[in-house]
């Protein structure tokens, strides 16, 4: 059922009760917390940008990292209230509390199109235990919820779920609405031929993906670790390659679906492979490519696909209309195992006809150090949150929404 968004109520001269996702990457440079990535506050300005510009009184809640539920400074969400005043070039109100007197306060203050910027919510640890009388005291701070932490989404905390519950009207934001329309509507029915590229560590980890995207894809590419546990279903050998021996059967179940059901299901036909890797140290030795075909022998590693593979995948994605791509081609953090992962980004960019859609995680940052992000239709802000919503389930966040009549 689609949801009610911000446009759908009015919000001049009331208390909107905002959540964002602003749990962003940081360096400590010089004794400060800086930001090194602000594309999750960029994308909740539309929201933010709305509700000023219609009057609102905007109370912003979000998490920053784990605080474990107790105040931890290296955790505080200021640094954040400080560019986000440089991106909406207006001020943004700090209180640093969440709830109490100075919260009160500063809402009792308030004047139209203000917005101030609550305390991490994890410093309280009723926050993730989604403690009822929490998420009550949360939405006396507003009249209007609007949720647009896609990226928190998927977890039932106070602030995310708890908190829809207790006010007039529980909405999303443009944020959310756009997360939704790509990752769950324009799945619905994709333009064909509809590829889907999963990679990443552990066919566990994606099991479910893979089993409901085989009722919709056309075709599926399978690289990242996960490759491994499915060349040993086929009998090949992986050497030392990270690999799950204990869900061969349900990869061979998957393989079996496919072929049931028509769908093409690419494996590598070759790989990047190395005798010795130190993720630590960001470094690989010595390193060759298979021949295609070629299992990996003993004392080798699986760290990338190959140029083959490369090949071949690209040419499905040259000819799709609808892509989807959760998880990296292999260890891309480091350079010499990075090929593989930045050319199914590049392949990705160059068919400009085609729905491209990022589902958050290691992709995203793959597509931005490719350079690529801007030739791309749509990059998710959530990775758990996306891996949930394309395995079909129910985000406890946008459940608890107001539903469109």
Same mark, same amino acid.
């Not at 090949?311 to 040259?318: D, M, S, Y």
């Not at 958050?360 to 758990?384: E, H, L, N, P, Y």
């Given at each position: 059922?689609?949801?009610?968004?911000?446009?759908?109520?009015?919000?001049?001269?009331?208390?909107?009760?905002?959540?964002?996702?602003?749990?962003?990457?940081?360096?400590?440079?010089?004794?400060?917390?800086?930001?090194?990535?602000?594309?999750?506050?960029?994308?909740?300005?539309?929201?933010?940008?709305?509700?000023?510009?219609?009057?609102?009184?905007?109370?912003?809640?979000?998490?920053?990292?784990?605080?474990?539920?107790?105040?931890?400074?290296?955790?505080?969400?200021?640094?954040?209230?400080?560019?986000?005043?440089?991106?909406?070039?207006?001020?943004?109100?700090?209180?640093?509390?969440?709830?109490?007197?100075?919260?009160?306060?500063?809402?009792?203050?308030?004047?139209?199109?203000?917005?101030?910027?609550?305390?991490?919510?994890?410093?309280?640890?009723?926050?993730?235990?989604?403690?009822?009388?929490?998420?009550?005291?949360?939405?006396?701070?507003?009249?209007?919820?609007?949720?647009?932490?896609?990226?928190?989404?998927?977890?039932?905390?106070?602030?995310?779920?708890?908190?829809?519950?207790?006010?007039?009207?529980?909405?999303?934001?443009?944020?959310?609405?756009?997360?939704? +329309?790509?990752?769950?509507?324009?799945?619905?029915?994709?333009?064909?031929?509809?590829?889907?590229?999963?990679?990443?560590?552990?066919?566990?980890?994606?099991?479910?993906?893979?089993?409901?995207?085989?009722?919709?894809?056309?075709?599926?590419?399978?690289?990242?670790?996960?490759?491994? +546990?499915?060349?040993?279903?086929?009998?090949?050998?992986?050497?030392?390659?990270?690999?799950?021996?204990?869900?061969?059967?349900?990869?061979?179940?998957?393989?079996?679906?496919?072929?049931?059901?028509?769908?093409?299901?690419?494996?590598?036909?070759?790989?990047?492979?190395?005798?010795?890797?130190?993720?630590?140290?960001?470094?690989?030795?010595?390193?060759?490519?298979?021949?295609?075909?070629?299992?990996?022998?003993?004392?080798?590693?699986?760290?990338?696909?190959?140029?083959?593979?490369?090949?071949?995948?690209?040419?499905?994605?040259?000819?799709?209309?609808?892509?989807?791509?959760?998880?990296?081609?292999?260890?891309?953090?480091?350079?010499?195992?990075?090929?593989?992962?930045?050319?199914?980004?590049?392949?990705?960019?160059?068919?400009?006809?085609?729905?491209?859609?990022?589902?958050?995680?290691?992709?995203?940052?793959?597509?931005?150090?490719?350079?690529?992000?801007?030739?791309?239709?749509?990059?998710?802000?959530?990775?758990?949150?996306?891996?949930?919503?394309?395995?079909?389930? +129910?985000?406890?966040?946008?459940?608890?929404?107001?539903?469109?009549?």
């Amino acid at each position: 059922m689609p949801k009610l968004t911000v446009r759908d109520v009015d919000v001049t001269g009331k208390r909107v009760l905002l959540r964002v996702d602003f749990n962003v990457p940081v360096d400590e440079r010089d004794g400060k917390q800086v930001i090194t990535d602000d594309t999750r506050i960029r994308e909740s300005l539309p929201t933010i940008n709305y509700l000023r510009e219609h009057g609102a009184r905007t109370i912003i809640m979000a998490h920053f990292g784990r605080p474990k539920g107790k105040p931890n400074p290296k955790y505080s969400l200021r640094p954040v209230a400080d560019h986000l005043h440089t991106l909406i070039n207006h001020p943004v109100i700090f209180s640093q509390d969440v709830l109490g007197p100075t919260p009160e306060r500063i809402i009792e203050h308030m004047k139209n199109g203000d917005v101030a910027l609550l305390e991490n919510v994890r410093f309280h640890e009723e926050e993730e235990k989604n403690d009822p009388a929490f998420a009550q005291a949360l939405a006396k701070l507003g009249e209007i919820y609007v949720n647009d932490a896609f990226g928190a989404a998927h977890r039932a905390h106070a602030s995310t779920e708890g908190v829809a519950h207790y006010v007039p009207k529980a909405v999303a934001g443009f944020l959310m609405e756009k997360e939704l +329309t790509y990752l769950q509507d324009e799945l619905q029915n994709p333009a064909r031929p509809f590829v889907v590229i999963l990679g990443g560590a552990k066919v566990s980890d994606k099991i479910s993906v893979i089993d409901r995207l085989l009722d919709r894809a056309n075709t599926i590419l399978i690289g990242g670790a996960m490759a491994y +546990t499915f060349s040993l279903a086929l009998g090949k050998t992986v050497g030392k390659s990270l690999s799950e021996p204990d869900k061969v059967n349900t990869a061979k179940a998957a393989l079996d679906k496919a072929k049931a059901r028509g769908v093409k299901f690419l494996l590598p036909v070759d790989n990047y492979i190395v005798e010795h890797l130190d993720f630590d140290a960001k470094s690989v030795s010595p390193g060759r490519y298979t021949q295609p075909g070629e299992d990996i022998p003993d004392g080798w590693e699986g760290v990338d696909i190959g140029p083959e593979t490369v090949k071949l995948f690209a040419a499905e994605v040259a000819g799709a209309k609808t892509v989807v791509w959760n998880g990296p081609m292999g260890v891309f953090e480091i350079k010499e195992c990075a090929k593989g992962t930045f050319a199914i980004a590049e392949a990705i960019a160059a068919n400009s006809g085609c729905k491209s859609i990022i589902g958050g995680g290691d992709s995203v940052k793959a597509v931005k150090r490719a350079g690529v992000a801007d030739k791309v239709t749509f990059i998710s802000t959530g990775g758990g949150a996306s891996l949930e919503l394309l395995e079909g389930k +129910t985000l406890p966040g946008v459940a608890a929404l107001a539903d469109k009549t």
